[in-house]
Nanobody
Framework: QVQLVESGGGLVQAGGSLRLSCVAS????????MGWFRQAPGQEREFVAA????????YYADSVKGRFTIARDNAKNTVDLQMDNLKPEDTAVYYC???????????????????WGQGTQVTVSS
């Protein structure tokens, strides 16, 4: 089992920044690929960013590329999502997730992630 807890959400004006953090406990964190997904009201959960176990391979959704940065610290069991130049369309509940799968294949597929956090709300006002 892996337990994931997100933090760092909040309300910010368009153009502002937030940093989300996800802390993992339980099984060895470093063996899992980690991803961030988001879900806005009435919409399906969508992929945001992912990082493989070593941090050597990183993936972003086109909608956040150049604005968001994912990073992990295996010594601290954390994965962070730095979000800059936020837009109202970034408003959603953001989820941290862990997968034992091959990140090159599964990074964007929410069904391939085995463990999920409870989510943290991000609201961007215009």
């Amino acid at each position: 089992q892996v337990q994931l807890v997100e933090s760092g959400g909040g309300l910010v004006q368009a153009g502002g920044s937030l940093r989300l953090s996800c802390v993992a406990s339980g099984r060895t964190f470093s063996i899992f690929g980690m991803g961030w997904f988001r879900q806005a009201p009435g919409q399906e959960r969508e992929f945001v960013a992912a990082i493989n176990w070593s941090g050597g391979n990183i993936y972003y959704a086109d909608s956040v590329k150049g604005r968001f940065t994912i990073a992990r610290d295996n010594a601290k069991n954390t994965v962070d999502l730095q979000m800059d130049n936020l837009k109202p369309e970034d408003t959603a509940v953001y989820y941290c997730a862990a997968t034992p799968g091959n990140m090159a294949i599964v990074y964007g597929e929410s069904l391939r992630y085995k463990y999920w956090g409870q989510g943290t709300q991000v609201t961007v006002s215009s």
